[in-house]
Structure formats: C-alpha cells, structure tokens
C-alpha cells in the first residue's frame, strides 16, 4: 500500500504551493481574523465573491462541513473552506465537530483530485479549542481516513502549516508518537 507523506510545518500556509489549501472559515464565509483573514488577503477579491455566491446559494457552511472556492491568487488549484467549532468547554460535540472538518476536507480534496492537501489549526486561534487536543484530534482523524481512503483516492501529500511555534511543537511531538506507537495506521510520516 502506498503511503501519504505527512509532515508539520511553521510558515505562512498562503504562500504553500501544493494542490489544495483548507481555510479554516466562519460559517458566513465572511473571511475573518487569523488564517481567513490572510488567506482572503493573500487570495484576493474573488475568495469573497466565490463565498458570496454560496451564501446566495446555501446560506453559508456549517460547522463541521466543507465547501470549495477558486484560489484566488493563491498559487493553488483549490481552496476549501471549513468550519471549526467554537470551543464550550467540550460539552457541545466540538469534537466531533473539528474531527468532521478534517473528513469533510480530505473528502472534497479527494473529489477535486487533490495529491497534496495542506491544513491550518482549525479552531485553535479565536474559536478557543485547546491546542493539544485539537492536534491529536487532526491527527488521529487524518490517520482514519487515509487508512480507510482507496489508494487512487488518497493525497500523496499532507501538511499542518503552523503559523505559531507552539504549536509546530506540538505536531512534531504528537507526530513522533503516532510513529513510535504504531498508531499511525499503516501512513508513513515525516
């Protein structure tokens, strides 16, 4: 079975050059503050065009799915946009919220085409989820998935672009985990 390369970087996920980047939107597609805010900067006016159309057609996104734009000026193929939970304390399913975000995004990734898929810290910033947590949560659902994803399917390429070192430390520690415990399925990491 091939593997997915998958691999945590620190940088500026707007300046990626791969197949597919994932915002991690609001549910109004408004671009935002932190990772949105830059990739609708970075991408241009025809993001927020592309958003309105499907507010005008669906009202939005829900928390947990995932939709696709144009990339703008991005210098990749597709943008997907999804919504992360606003952390409640862990008593309103942000779990399986933030573990629906990561599915959604690899499904539609994997419907477009995408071999290499780069992904941000969904919900860490001001949606408040607990880093460490949301961390393993992507990791252990990004495992899931390639494990269960037919291999004409599955991206070639998976990256965490941090924009903060804590939490590029946190990947990297969790990472080496994955590897050492054997809980990474079958995907090779690097």
Known sequence: ????GIEAIRGDITAWGGDAIVNAANSGLFGGGGVDGAIHRAGGPAIAEECAEIRRRQGGCLPGEAVRTGPGRLGVRHLIHTVGPIWKGGSAGERDILARCYRSSLKLAAELGARSVAFPNISTGIYGFPKDEACGIALRTVADYLAAAAEETR??????????ADNLALYEEQMEHFKQSGDHKGNRGK
Do not use: D, L
């Not at 991206?155 to 924009?163: A, H, L, R, T």
């Open 155 to 164: 991206p070639e390429e998976i990256v965490f672009i941090c924009f903060e």
């Open 1 to 4: 079975m091939k593997g997915t």
